[in-house]
């Protein structure tokens, strides 16, 4: 009956939002709604259809049919709060559901770009179960340390790139005490997000006025789609969030790496998982020392993370995003002072970018998976 009023616009008014009761009421005692309302309600009302349906097929949808991608998709979104602007100030921005149910605290109206920021940085953090903290510049973690006491993990983490961190987001897996926000009072920085934060640390936060303070709940349930516009329409893709265990990568050199550069090179390929392609990561005692990424050739992003590292790649481990095509990267690292390297492999020259390892004394696995984020 909805479809059908809601079709017969012109002279039906269908009403489907108790909001709405109350200026259709008025309009109607004032002369009668204009084919503009009608309109407009009708809309109201094929949206309110399509999200019952959706729902609706949601729950009747099998297990299996829900692990794969429909051939029809609807997608209904609430919007939470308009935005200080789009992705640039002439872009309006609109905040559907995200960032698994942030809440704002404290600080400024969020702009487009400091949700899309935000999203990639609890995205990052969210994938260590260690206390973790990224700082995030432009989508990529600039900064990335894994300690047990979260003070020391943001040193590391700003240590990372301490030029980049300027402007950047935070984020940090665990609450925030009183010592790390004392740590971060020095640098601007546009977003803290984290599960909580201590009193103390909330006061020493809201001293900064435009500083956005975030704080997000538990990862909502069920698998997520991964949604890109184009041009036209939309690419679909599930979520790249593929179980792995370090154990079983295997190593294609002749030396095995060491207990400690297994460790490093865990951290690094999950990091490099969160860095835009191509990318390279430098890791070492569990943090980010340099980074590369979004370059159009793999041996500029390994000459990026030589530059950010310099003598602090000496002994740090190196991890590709995807495989290497040219034994001129590998060369490259060892130069720098690289001692192991985790890739995907699958290229037509791995025989050669092996035998460049082999030469160098590095010890390199291969993953067997790639993980390319454009």
Not at 36 to 42: I, N, P, Q, S, V
Not at 45 to 58: I, K, L, M, P, Q
Not at 339 to 367: C, N, W
Request: aromatic letters at 6%; proline letters at 5%.
């Amino acid at each position: 009956m909805l479809r059908a009023a809601a079709k017969n616009f012109p002279s039906v008014a269908v009403v489907v939002d108790p909001e709405d009761y109350g200026w259709v009421a008025d309009k109607l005692a004032d002369g009668g709604l204009t084919t503009e309302d009608r309109r407009g309600l009708a809309a109201k009302a094929f949206r309110h259809v399509s999200e019952y349906d959706s729902a609706v097929t949601g729950y009747l949808s099998t297990p299996r049919e829900q692990e794969q991608l429909p051939d029809r998709l609807t997608i209904s979104l609430d919007k939470v709060s308009g935005l200080r602007y789009g992705e640039n100030p002439h872009q309006s921005g609109v905040a559907p559901n995200g960032i698994a149910g942030a809440t704002q605290l404290h600080g400024r109206e969020l702009s487009y770009n400091n949700l899309m920021d935000a999203d990639a940085a609890w995205r990052t953090v969210s994938d260590f179960a260690e206390p973790t903290v990224a700082v995030v510049k432009h989508n990529n973690p600039c900064g990335l340390a894994t300690r047990e006491v979260i003070a020391e993990a943001y040193e590391l983490a700003y240590e990372g790139d301490t030029v980049s961190a300027f402007g950047g987001i935070v984020a940090i897996n665990r609450t925030v005490d009183a010592k790390t926000a004392q740590a971060m009072d020095a640098i601007f920085y546009e977003v803290v997000i984290a599960p909580g934060y201590d009193d103390d640390a909330l006061a020493i936060l809201q001293r900064k006025r435009n500083l956005r303070i975030l704080t997000v709940g538990s990862e909502p349930s069920g698998k997520a789609l991964d949604l890109r516009p184009i041009s036209g329409g939309m690419l679909v893709q599930g979520a790249d969030d593929i179980e792995e265990n370090p154990t079983e990568w295997k190593t294609v050199t002749e030396r095995e790496p060491s207990a400690t550069e297994r460790q490093d090179l865990a951290f690094a390929w999950k990091a490099a998982k969160h860095i835009k392609s191509n990318a390279i990561v430098f890791a070492k005692d569990r943090a980010l020392v340099g980074m590369g990424a979004g370059q159009p050739n793999r041996v500029v992003s390994v000459h990026l993370s030589q530059r950010i590292a310099g003598d602090r790649a000496k002994g740090a481990v190196l991890a590709s995003d995807a495989f290497f095509p040219f034994p001129d990267n590998i060369e490259l690292a060892a130069e720098a002072g690289i001692t192991a390297i985790a890739q995907p492999g699958g290229s037509v020259r791995d025989e050669e970018v092996i035998a460049a390892a082999d030469k160098a004394g590095l010890a390199m696995v291969f993953t067997g998976v790639r993980h390319f984020r454009h």
